[in-house]
């Protein structure tokens, strides 16, 4: 398998405005697979019973009667345990061919999750940068999410700020109810943002800087995507917080489930500075 040479016209895009859409890149056959091992996923997910991640809704004890499937948002790492997810999505070779763009011929999967945002029920996931996250130097991962449902506008698409990348690093901050660390609501207010609306199959690369955000699903339509951060492997070995990375591609081969774990003994390295506390 070969790069599939992003075109200038990709490479400017990217550059200037942070991300880049690929349309149909996985087939809707590949799509239609991965749909079906997380429907069962989450009806019956046996000892992997921790990785499901509950809504907002049911952290706050308001989800008693909501039905099995309107409970979770994320499905923290499925990919790395079942093979259509992984061979279908994360270890594609047109998805890797896309990948080597950004990071050459040795790959590794840093971040594998599905993100799920169920009808009526998905909460929103605050604005932030995936690098204000992570708090580490990798800059240039390939981060993307792919689209598993239509991700459209009505059912909470993924919103960018196009050039946001351009501003670098922002410190986040956690407030009370803060989901996760988000970049300073005093910052988001007025924002010009595009709505990344995606046909399944379709996948957004983007910058490590760039800002982004889901709003709550108010449709009645589900909206199934998966998350993908890719890394070279000098990344990798310069990690400070990720202990485990695993193989997709070793000079240009791409290699299938299961993956080849990439073990680092970072238990020297300094703690992660917590995100500023705001009240
Ligand atoms: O699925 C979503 O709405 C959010 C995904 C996201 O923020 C991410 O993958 O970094």
Same mark, same amino acid.
């Given at each position: 398998?070969?790069?599939? =040479? ?7 895009? &990217?550059?200037? $405005?942070? &991300? ?16 079906? +091992? ?23 004890? $308001? ?5 099995? #499937? ?7 790492? *499925?990919? #790395?345990? #079942?093979? +259509? +997810?992984?061979?279908? &999505?994360? @270890?594609?070779?047109?998805? !890797? ?6 990071? /050459?011929?040795?790959?590794?999967? %840093? ?6 945002? =169920?009808? $009526? ?10 690098? /204000? ?16 449902? @239509? ?11 196009? /050039? ?10 956690? &407030? ?8 300073? #609501? ?11 609306? *995606? ?33 070279? !492997?000098?990344? @990798? ?15 240009? %081969? ?6 080849? $774990?990439?073990? *680092? ?12 506390? +705001?009240?």
């Amino acid at each position: 398998m070969s790069t599939q =040479p992003l075109t200038s016209g990709q490479l400017k895009q &990217y550059d200037e $405005k942070g &991300y880049l859409i690929i349309r149909n890149l996985v087939s809707r056959d590949a799509i239609g697979e991965i749909r079906k +091992v997380i429907l069962e996923f989450v009806d019956n997910p046996g000892e992997l019973v921790r990785i499901l991640d509950p809504e907002m809704l049911v952290r706050q004890g $308001k989800g008693e009667n909501l039905e099995r #499937r309107a409970r979770y948002r994320k499905l923290q790492q *499925l990919g #790395r345990h #079942r093979a +259509v +997810v992984w061979n279908n &999505y994360y @270890a594609h070779p047109n998805v !890797l061919a896309i990948v080597q763009n950004f990071l /050459g011929d040795d790959i590794l999967v %840093k971040y594998d999750s599905v993100f799920l945002k =169920p009808a $009526k029920t998905g909460g929103e996931t605050p604005w932030h940068q995936d690098i /204000g996250l992570w708090r580490d130097d990798h800059v240039n991962a390939a981060n993307a999410w792919i689209a598993v449902d @239509a991700a459209m506008r009505e059912n909470g698409c993924m919103q960018f700020v196009p /050039g946001s990348h351009k501003g670098g690093f922002i410190e986040h901050a956690i &407030y009370e109810d803060s989901l996760h660390g988000e970049i300073p #609501r005093e910052l988001t207010k007025h924002l010009n943002t595009v709505d990344i609306e *995606l046909q399944p199959g379709d996948v957004v690369f983007w910058h490590s800087y760039m800002w982004h955000y889901s709003p709550p699903n108010r449709s009645e339509n589900s909206r199934i995507g998966m998350g993908a951060v890719w890394s070279s !492997l000098e990344d @990798a070995q310069q990690s400070k917080r990720v202990k485990q990375y695993l193989w997709v591609m070793k000079g240009g %081969k791409p290699l299938v489930f299961p993956p080849e $774990k990439y073990l *680092l003994d970072n238990s020297n390295k300094p703690a992660l500075k917590p995100f500023r506390k +705001v009240d």
